[in-house]
Structure formats: structure tokens, C-alpha cells
């Protein structure tokens, strides 16, 4: 065994962890509220829909998802006095109007032949927006000074990427005909204008690029 | 999507037959059924040496299943029909999602059981009562009414049904019914943990909870099905109540209430088989 009085660098070899980071506090703060906001928005969807599936693998896995991104609200709740805002209500609201207008759209399909809309809504706009902006947020934090955040990223990451293929082989089980296939890219099409128009989860920038509003990419 | 959704709605495919608790009450056979044969046992529980016990073992996890999808609906229902904050604190939220998934593996579990025992879904007619307690618009009254009454007809029912698992030599059904009762035992404590904070300082409302609670009990106690007494087909799991946080005098309360319903159902048999004689000899 190596001479335990023999000075250590701090860092092992393997260890390429890196102090800076694309956030500050407030930044980071500012994007776990968003972050809460929409999670909550979704499991409460999720919950409410159970009751107008028919489908019953499709009630069972809305059951299961809903407590997914329950617990992923818990998480943001807890981190959010941890960058300082003791008041979590504060930053526990949506970036934008076009953002609750998403999820005005997003939640209005309530009968029970529209399992594809809520499905689509779900699996094929919103959770693929949260991968990404999570994992931008995962890729650019502070790797050591906002680690906390960075495990629960991980853990969340974890439940979207297999909630998302959930979904998206319920989707596939239950697009049959042309006439199907259509009405899930029109659903698909119409929410992801709106996403676009709030730029993204956490608003303009939420992967890096603020997006241009539609005027500037006209010009 | 709207708030408070309407119990006539439930989305079900073409298997499922629903039934209100008004058509089960209406329907005379549910009386009769009641000691059809007691003159030849010494006890109406569900146990394996009853010579319909397969039926009745597979009617009571149909109902289970049936259930089971009606709860994991009523706990989703819980999140989406009340503003958070306002209405109900994020924490109750939080708690309801959880138990969302609980009913959703008791879904679950409960369809693979009842494959295992031979039962094809929509075997028997769903009834919807246990939604319909789940459909107040106060958030206090769905937590008497569906964790501390409903969940806690769960306790009383798995518990029957481990125990029949256990006398029929099944150890797959005891030990997926000793599972749910875990969760079910956390339900009704979260119920019973809830009612007391949202009613803090609030005896009215705290009281319109509890008789609520005791409204939906009776009603699940119609027909005498669930009693302390062994002419009851499902007993009463006092240990495991005690557990969920009920006290010895709500546990008793609930006791005289089952009782109550078993005489009542006893009277409406008698009550028929009177009219029948009289017909007979008419």
C-alpha cells in the first residue's frame, strides 16, 4: 500500500471535472423554477387523463408516469431554497405566456378517442423539450459548484428517456391507418409551433440558442 | 380537459360492463345471495372449503381489478381537479400522484392474479361507487371518503384475500395480496395524516369529513359483505387498521356500521323470503 503520508493531488487523474459554468446562481435558480413549473403542469395532466383513456396499458402507464414527474417536482421544490430563494412560489411560474398557452393546448383533449392528441402532446413535444433542456443545463452547469443540481438532473434525465419510449411505442401501437398517422403530425406540428414561439421549457435560451422571433427570421 | 370529471364517463373499452351502486341495490339477487347456504356452514367467509369458493374468490379479484383502475383514476382525478396551493397544498399533490402509481401496479398485479385464477376481464360488472366517492369537490371529503374508506374496505380485503391464499395452499396470491396491503396500509395513513392537518382548527369541517367517511362506509358495507362477524364474507383487519392510524373507537364505529348494514341485509332477506312464501301459497 502507497505511504498514506504522501501528499495527494486533490483532483485523481480521472477526475476532469471543471469550476466554471454556463450559470450563475440566479440563472440556475431561475431555470429550476421553470423547470418545477412545468413538471407540475404535467403530472397534474397526466393524473387528470387517466379517467378519459379507454386504453388500459395506456391508463396504467399515465398512472405511472404521473408520480415520474410528481417526484421530479419534489426534487426542483427541495433544490430551489438551495440557490437561494427561500420563497419557491417566486420562480415556480411558467417563462412566458406562449408557455401556458402550450399547456392550455396541450391539456385540452379530454374524449376518449383522443388518446393519440395526449399521447402526442406528451411524447413526442414536451418530454423530447425537456431532455433537451435538461440536458443543456446537465452539459453546461458548474460541475462542481452546482453538482447538486446535476444529480438530480441525472436521476430526472433517467425517468424522461424511458418515459419518452413508453410513450412513443404506446404512440406507434396505436397509429394504424394514414388517416392516424396525419392527425398525430398535425397535433405534433401544432404544439411545437407554440413551444418554438415560447422558446423552449425555460424560455429563450434554453438550449444556448435564443431562439429569433418570427419577425427576425422573415427579415 | 375539465375539472371533476363525471363518473358516467369513465373510459372503459367494450369488455367492461359498469353498474351503478343504485342498479347493485336495486337488484334483489344481492340480499339473497346473503347465508345462501349458511344453514350448512358455520361461517359465510371466504375460505376454500366453501363449495363456491372459486367464484367467489374470483368475484372478489375482479372487484379488486375493477377497483384498483377506479382508484389509480380518482387519485389522478385529485391532481388535476384542484388549483395547487389553494385548493390543496403541493405536498397532498405529491402524495396523490404517489398513490397514483401504487394503483396503477395494483392494476397491475391485480390482472395478472385474476388471469392466474381464471378470470377473463369484464367477467363480472364493474360497479362505479368506488368513483363516485371520489368525486366531491372538496379535497377533504374525497380523503375520508376514498383513503380512509375505500382504502381502508382495501385493508379488510386483501387481508381476506391473503388469507384465503394462505388456506388454499396459494403462496402467489398471498404474497402479491401481502404487497398491496403494505401499500394500502400507507394510503390511509397518508388519508388519516391529511384529514387531521387540512381540518386543523376547522371541527366543522373536520366533522362533515368524518360523516362523510362514515356514509361511504356503510354504503361499502351494503349487504353485509364486510363485518366483524364471520356470516360477513370479508372481516374486519383491526390490526392492520390500527396500523393505517385508525383509533380502537373509529375501528369500532366502523364495526357497529358493518353490523348494522349485515342485520339490515338479514331483514331484507327475511323480508323476501316472506313475499315469496306468501306468493307461493297465493
Known amino acids: 500500500m502507497a505511504d498514506p503520508r504522501k501528499p495527494r493531488p486533490p483532483f485523481a487523474p480521472w477526475d476532469r471535472r471543471e469550476l466554471p459554468g454556463a450559470f450563475d446562481v440566479e440563472e440556475s435558480a431561475r431555470r429550476v423554477g421553470h423547470y418545477k413549473w412545468i413538471e407540475m403542469k404535467l403530472f397534474e395532466a397526466l393524473g387528470g387523463w387517466v379517467a378519459t383513456v379507454p386504453e388500459l396499458d395506456v391508463k396504467m402507464r399515465l398512472g405511472t408516469h404521473c408520480y415520474h414527474h410528481a417526484w421530479h417536482a419534489e426534487q426542483w421544490h427541495k433544490r430551489l431554497p438551495e440557490l437561494r430563494e427561500m420563497n419557491p412560489d417566486r420562480l415556480t411560474v411558467p417563462p412566458n405566456d406562449e408557455m401556458v398557452a402550450f399547456i392550455e393546448a396541450l391539456t385540452e383533449p379530454e374524449a376518449p378517442e383522443l388518446t393519440i392528441e395526449k399521447l402526442v402532446g406528451v411524447y413526442r413535444v414536451l418530454v423530447p423539450h425537456k431532455v433537451a433542456a435538461y440536458t443543456y443545463h446537465l452539459n453546461n452547469t458548474s460541475q462542481i459548484t452546482d453538482a447538486p443540481t446535476i444529480r438530480a438532473l441525472r436521476f430526472v434525465l433517467q425517468d424522461e428517456m424511458e418515459d419518452w419510449r413508453d410513450g412513443e411505442m404506446l404512440i406507434q401501437s396505436l397509429l394504424d391507418t394514414p388517416a392516424e398517422v396525419a392527425r398525430a403530425a398535425e397535433h405534433q406540428s401544432k404544439l411545437e409551433q407554440i413551444l418554438v414561439r415560447a422558446g423552449g421549457i425555460a424560455g429563450p435560451g434554453t438550449i444556448g440558442y435564443a431562439i429569433p422571433a418570427p419577425e427576425e427570421v422573415t427579415a | ?282
Not at chain 2, 370529471?5 to 346473503?34: C, G, K, Q, W, Y
Not at chain 2, 372478489?60 to 388549483?83: N, Y
Not at chain 2, 388471469?115 to 369537490?137: K, P, R, Y
Not at chain 2, 388456506?167 to 395524516?193: I, N, Q, R
Open chain 2, 1 to 282: 380537459m375539465r375539472k371533476f370529471f363525471p363518473v358516467e364517463e369513465l373510459a372503459r373499452d367494450e369488455r367492461f360492463h359498469t353498474i351503478t351502486m343504485r342498479d347493485r341495490m336495486a337488484d334483489p339477487r344481492a340480499s339473497r345471495n346473503l347465508n345462501a347456504d349458511q344453514s350448512r356452514r358455520s361461517s359465510n367467509r371466504l375460505s376454500p372449503d366453501r363449495k363456491d369458493a372459486s367464484d367467489a374468490a374470483r368475484s372478489m379479484m375482479h372487484g379488486i381489478f375493477v377497483g384498483e383502475i377506479q382508484a389509480l383514476e380518482g387519485a389522478g382525478r385529485t391532481c388535476w381537479d384542484f388549483t395547487t396551493g389553494g385548493e390543496a397544498p403541493f405536498a397532498l399533490k405529491l402524495d396523490m400522484a404517489r398513490q397514483a402509481w401504487d394503483e396503477a401496479r395494483h392494476v397491475e398485479i391485480s390482472v395478472k392474479l385474476a388471469d392466474w385464477m381464471g378470470t377473463e376481464i369484464g367477467q363480472f360488472a364493474e360497479n362505479t361507487v368506488l368513483f363516485e366517492a371520489a368525486c366531491s369537490h372538496d379535497p377533504v371529503l374525497r380523503l375520508a371518503g376514498v383513503n380512509r374508506a375505500l382504502e381502508g374496505l382495501a385493508i379488510d380485503v386483501f387481508t381476506t384475500m391473503k388469507e384465503f391464499g394462505d388456506l388454499a395452499g396459494d403462496p402467489y396470491l398471498e404474497f402479491c395480496e401481502d404487497w398491496m396491503l403494505a401499500d394500502e396500509v400507507t394510503h390511509v395513513k397518508m388519508g388519516s395524516d391529511w384529514l387531521r392537518r387540512l381540518t386543523e382548527g376547522d371541527a366543522e369541517r373536520r366533522a362533515a369529513a368524518l360523516e362523510f367517511q362514515s356514509v361511504v362506509d356503510k354504503l361499502f358495507s351494503y349487504g353485509g359483505t364486510r363485518s366483524d362477524s364471520d356470516e360477513s364474507i370479508i372481516g374486519l383487519a383491526r390490526r392492520f387498521r390500527h396500523l393505517a392510524g385508525f383509533t380502537d373507537d373509529e375501528i369500532d364505529e366502523i364495526a357497529d356500521v358493518s353490523r348494522q348494514a349485515l342485520e339490515e341485509a338479514k331483514e331484507r332477506k327475511r323480508r323476501l323470503q316472506e313475499r315469496a312464501a306468501a306468493g307461493a301459497a297465493g
